[in-house]
């Protein structure tokens, strides 16, 4: 069966400091992988997305950048945080004939 | 212009109650899928249901059902017999086109289940 696994769950982080956000499926292959972002009791706001390896699609222009260094790997980085990138990151995998499965989150906060 | 809209930023129904999340969308594509998904205060999103845009009969999973009004673009969910762990934010989404686009979300409703 296929999983997606994401990490750190939580995270605090002083502005100008750097972040690395990893997220990892497992059970397929060449899935579709997303980065979302839900700020405090807003909807999900799609931030990158990758169709392949190496394959990155920005949504939204801002402090964060994303990788895809291998078929199942999704990272989410930024080289200095802002205190408006705080808020809760989801990433989320989808292929053929299956849904969208999203990971448990990670909920962010610069200070 | 937003592609989906959720009007009902909070509601309260009654424990075994049934209750309809609102839903529509705008797309001008032939071609699109509908979902909803349940986000409990953990944070994590749970899907409960999906429409295609050609599915012929409304979606059911369980307790869960879409009114999908395919003229009217909308796509309500109908959660029947609504239990305390109903209690949670519920986004309705969008994909349009080929078939592993992007889902785009609504703002969600609050659902709040009294005993």
């Known amino acids: ?111 | 212009a937003q592609k989906i809209t959720q009007t009902q930023p909070g509601m309260f129904v009654q424990e075994k109650e049934a209750v309809t999340l609102d839903c529509t969308y705008d797309t001008s594509d032939p071609s699109y899928g509908l979902f909803w998904y349940k986000q409990p205060s953990s944070g994590e999103m749970i899907f409960l249901i999906y429409q295609g845009s050609y599915d012929q009969q409304n979606a059911t999973e369980g307790r869960y059902s879409l009114n999908f009004q395919k003229a009217r673009k909308s796509a309500n969910l109908v959660i029947s017999a609504s239990q305390l762990g109903d209690s949670a934010m519920y986004f309705c989404a969008m994909r349009e086109g080929w078939s592993q686009g992007n889902l785009i979300f609504g703002k969600g409703t609050k659902l709040s289940v009294k005993p």
Do not use: M
Not at chain 1, 2 to 31: D, F, K, M, Y
């Open chain 1, 1 to 111: 069966s296929q999983t997606i696994h994401q990490w750190p769950a939580t995270l605090v982080q002083p502005v100008g400091s750097p972040l690395s956000l990893e997220c990892t499926v497992e059970g397929t292959s060449n899935p579709n992988l997303y980065w979302y972002r839900q700020a405090a009791g807003r909807g999900l706001q799609l931030l990158f997305y990758s169709v392949g390896i190496g394959q990155i699609s920005s949504e939204v222009p801002q402090n964060l950048s994303a990788s895809r260094p291998q078929d199942r790997q999704f990272i989410l980085s930024s080289k200095k945080l802002l205190l408006s990138d705080s808020g809760f990151y989801l990433c989320a995998w989808s292929a053929r004939n299956y849904g969208y499965t999203f990971g448990s989150g990670t909920r962010l906060t610069v200070v």
